[in-house]
Each structure stands twice: as structure tokens, then as C-alpha cells.
């Protein structure tokens, strides 16, 4: 059951239903963002607002959120939630590192008349999506850009060139 676009107003301390807020950094925590380590961060959260529709997802007792936006053709939410949670799972077993405690996933609709495009970026705790809200896009394409970007949690991330 999605969570429907709720914000958190950390100055106000309010919440107003008809718009979501995503920070990449900690995603509906009324607490100081902090990393794994215990450390607090000093990177900037990168904000998202608007009307997402937000899918809490437990992956081993950790806290992912899948917020999208708008009615998509290709797709039902529930089918992205089920394939989100299926890549972390299966990408954080393989790596065998479940340490992330939240991580936060948005996707959004781009318009395009024929064909279909895609992209992503990967962000701290969380990355970015979109992808054209058209027939022609391909689900298993959505998949492969999910992998791609989860993969740079490792890849560039904890796993850095030693010079």
C-alpha cells in the first residue's frame, strides 16, 4: 500500500498531503541524516517534490522507498515495487552487504511520441530515474537500468581504484 504523497516540512515540523518530498539522504526520517557508520553526513540531501505516490519496501529489515509519479502505460506500480525489491535483495546478497539501513528510489515520466527512452543517476542512498510514459517502453529495460544503477552502491563507491 503506497504511502500517498506525504512531506515533511523539517522547518514547520508539518506535513501536507498533497505533495511528497524525497530527500536523497534520509526519506521521511524526523531525525539527523546519518550514514551507517553512525557518522553524521555533510553532504547536501538531494530533494524531489510533487505528487509521487511512495512504496515502502523491507529488504532484510532495511528501509527502501520506491516513490513514482504519474500513471504509467507500460506498467503497474506494484510491478516496479516487486522488481525494486527483487534487485536489491539479490544485488545486496550477492555483495553480501546489508548494511544500508534506508535507500530511496524516484521515477519519473518523461514524454516521447515513438519509442522509448531511459536514464538514471545514482545519488547518496538513493538514485534517480526516468523513463518515457509511453507503450513502446520495454519493462525489462527499466530492470537492466535499475541493476546498472544500484550496482554504482559498489562499483565506484565502496570499491574505488587505489590511486
Not at 510533487?50 to 502505460?73: C, K, M, S, T
Not at 530492470?143 to 590511486?163: P, Q, R, V, Y
Amino acid at each position: 500500500m503506497p504511502i500517498k504523497g506525504m512531506c515533511f516540512l523539517m522547518a514547520q515540523n508539518q506535513v501536507d498531503y498533497d505533495i511528497a518530498l524525497i530527500l536523497s539522504l534520509c526519506f521521511f526520517k524526523r531525525k539527523t541524516c546519518r550514514q551507517t557508520d553512525g557518522k553524521r553526513k555533510s553532504t547536501n540531501p538531494n530533494p524531489w517534490g510533487g505528487d509521487f505516490r511512495v512504496h515502502p519496501i523491507n529488504v532484510q529489515g532495511n528501509e527502501v522507498y520506491l516513490a513514482i509519479r504519474g500513471q504509467w502505460q507500460a506498467f503497474e506500480d506494484q510491478q516496479v515495487v516487486d522488481m525494486l525489491g527483487r534487485t536489491i535483495q539479490t544485488q545486496r546478497d550477492f555483495w553480501k552487504d546489508h548494511s544500508q539501513e534506508y535507500f530511496t528510489v524516484t521515477l519519473i515520466p518523461t514524454q516521447l511520441d515513438r519509442g522509448s527512452s531511459m536514464g538514471g543517476t545514482g545519488l547518496t542512498n538513493s538514485f534517480a530515474a526516468n523513463a518515457s510514459n509511453n507503450k513502446y517502453l520495454d519493462f525489462s529495460g527499466l530492470s537492466w537500468l535499475f541493476n546498472h544503477e544500484l550496482m554504482h552502491n559498489w562499483i565506484g563507491h565502496t570499491i574505488k581504484n587505489a590511486n
